[in-house]
């Protein structure tokens, strides 16, 4: 305890000299930064810009702005998912997916030093921790990547994400739990009603399922449209022995916008 005291000091005091010498720049704006409090770097101005306010958002889908009667989502959906079945119970999302946000994961998608990614995971959790932990996850799984994709792209977000989310609510992050089968079209290519069917059959259960038995499960990916694929890899943990599976992605998108 008091090793991670003084290291906690001692990093303290090196990022502050550190900023005095070169100081930070926004990695949204690129505005001076700054950094005094912040476990990320992302200024104020940004980050009001990126992130909307819990009752914006269904619970059950992410939703933006599909709210039910009296200007509340409930826990039987809103108007966009209240007929649709998922397997997974909720999503927690930062923001729309659009403007700033849409630019700052496009960026994301080619940060092969993980920087961006990972002052968005901060991001992230600075605003939806608690959120997170009354969902009470036992383990925090990403979405994987096919080794197509990632040997072209160097780096799978969702990866960075989850790490930070396992750091900060102290559970078990699963990198080897989901594996892809096989290479799907990217689902922005695809019309609604055919992304469930693109990627049904395209995740395995690759884990000890002993260490999956009974678990609630956060299932991190950076984008999330209709949910298909989050839909299809939270099946595929349910079966595997999961109790439950939840969600948590960057950004929403909504019908009439693609990736």
């Given at each position: 305890?008091?090793?991670?005291?003084?290291?906690?000091?001692?990093?303290?005091?090196?990022?502050?000299?550190?900023?005095?010498?070169?100081?930070?720049?926004?990695?949204?704006?690129?505005?001076?930064?700054?950094?005094?409090?912040?476990?990320?770097?992302?200024?104020?101005?940004?980050?009001?810009?990126?992130?909307?306010?819990?009752?914006?958002?269904?619970?059950?889908?992410?939703?933006?702005?599909?709210?039910?009667?009296?200007?509340?989502?409930?826990?039987?959906?809103?108007?966009?998912?209240?007929?649709?079945?998922?397997?997974?119970?909720?999503?927690?999302?930062?923001?729309?997916?659009?403007?700033?946000?849409?630019?700052?994961?496009?960026?994301?998608?080619?940060?092969?030093?993980?920087?961006?990614?990972?002052?968005?995971?901060?991001?992230?959790?600075?605003?939806?921790?608690?959120?997170?932990?009354?969902?009470?996850?036992?383990?925090?799984?990403?979405?994987?990547?096919?080794?197509?994709?990632?040997?072209?792209?160097?780096?799978n977000n969702p990866i960075f994400f989850a790490k930070e989310i396992g750091t900060e609510?102290?559970?078990?992050?699963?990198?080897?739990?989901?594996?892809?089968?096989?290479?799907?079209?990217?689902?922005?290519?695809?019309?609604?009603?055919?992304?469930?069917?693109?990627?049904?059959?395209?995740?395995a259960f690759v884990g000890r399922k002993e260490l999956l038995a009974g678990k609630h499960?956060?299932?991190?990916?950076?984008?999330?449209?209709?949910?298909?694929?989050?839909?299809?890899?939270?099946?595929?943990?349910?079966?595997?022995?999961?109790?439950?599976?939840?969600?948590?992605?960057?950004?929403?998108?909504?019908?009439?916008?693609?990736?």
């Open positions: 305890m008091v090793y991670n005291f003084v290291k906690k000091y001692i990093y303290g005091f090196l990022f502050d000299v550190a900023d005095l010498i070169c100081p930070p720049n926004c990695l949204a704006c690129q505005k001076p930064l700054d950094r005094v409090h912040k476990k990320h770097l992302f200024c104020d101005l940004c980050c009001e810009k990126m992130i909307v306010s819990l009752w914006e958002y269904c619970p059950r889908c992410g939703a933006i702005g599909f709210l039910m009667p009296g200007g509340h989502s409930n826990k039987d959906g809103c108007f966009e998912c209240w007929q649709q079945t998922f397997q997974f119970s909720g999503v927690t999302i930062l923001g729309k997916y659009s403007e700033l946000l849409r630019l700052v994961i496009l960026r994301m998608k080619h940060d092969r030093d993980g920087i961006i990614s990972s002052n968005m995971a901060r991001l992230f959790m600075s605003v939806r921790e608690q959120e997170l932990r009354h969902g009470t996850p036992d383990l925090v799984v990403p979405i994987p990547m096919h080794f197509v994709r990632r040997f072209f792209r160097g780096v609510l102290k559970i078990p992050v699963c990198l080897n739990f989901l594996h892809r089968t096989r290479y799907t079209e990217p689902q922005f290519n695809l019309k609604p009603n055919h992304r469930f069917n693109n990627v049904r059959g395209a995740f499960v956060l299932l991190v990916d950076d984008i999330m449209t209709t949910g298909a694929t989050c839909n299809e890899a939270a099946r595929v943990l349910r079966e595997a022995g999961a109790a439950s599976v939840r969600i948590a992605v960057y950004g929403r998108t909504m019908k009439e916008e693609k990736p």
